[in-house]
């Protein structure tokens, strides 16, 4: 990983988010410099960070003074500045990826994390909770593996941030009885296949040792 002074990220390298980030800054080949905030010592809750996140959450970016938070602008941001690579530049494909990001968080995510809570960070969560999250979870991988069983990746022939930002949630929910209901469709198992094994991905998750 290379580090220059105008670029900082600041979050948990374990954390979903602060993953999204990292990934796209390794497809992009930006350089950075990784500041970690220790999220077990609840250093995101404290100054400074809440001067960068003044919501209490990861990852912060800091481009040399222009502070951003909320990872998915600052993934378009970091995309935008470095050419638009993620991101197509057809007006009705943009429109796409938009969509399936949009999808990730309102639709699957936070029935992803559930699980993630109950089973890895054994944070207890409410049986009707749980069964709700399952059901929610069925509708968006038949959604989705539709869309994969057309197309490559989710939003549509290329490898974009949509992608991007459905990985840290595979990565951690296939540790949990979700990895059953993803077996059912075999599309979206093959597109995990697929971008699991990216180098980026690789790096961020730490398969590979850093660069």
């Not at 890895?120 to 059901?135: R, Y």
Request: net charge neutral; charged share 25%; proline share 4%.
């Amino acid at each position: 990983m290379r580090y220059i002074r105008g670029m900082k990220i600041f979050g948990d390298a374990r954390s979903t988010n602060t993953r999204k980030v990292l990934t796209t800054l390794a497809e992009l080949e930006t350089p950075f410099e990784f500041v970690a905030v220790d999220f077990a010592g609840g250093q995101h809750k404290q100054e400074p960070h809440l001067q960068r996140q003044p919501f209490g959450q990861m990852p912060a970016l800091d481009d040399d003074g222009f502070v951003l938070y909320e990872t998915h602008a600052m993934c378009r941001y970091l995309d935008a500045k470095a050419g638009g690579r993620l991101l197509p530049s057809d007006l009705r494909s943009r429109a796409r990826v938009d969509q399936w990001m949009s999808i990730e968080s309102a639709n699957f995510s936070s029935h992803a994390m559930r699980f993630v809570y109950h089973y890895l960070l054994k944070f207890e969560q409410d049986s009707a909770a749980l069964a709700h999250s399952a059901a929610s979870l069925d509708k968006a991988l038949g959604i989705l593996a539709k869309e994969l069983t057309a197309h490559p990746f989710v939003a549509g022939e290329s490898f974009t941030l949509a992608d991007i930002c459905f990985m840290p949630y595979f990565e951690y929910a296939l540790l949990t009885p979700v990895e059953k209901q993803v077996a059912e469709h075999p599309a979206v198992l093959s597109w995990w296949s697929r971008v699991s094994d990216r180098a980026s991905w690789r790096k961020v998750s730490g398969r590979t040792a850093a660069a």
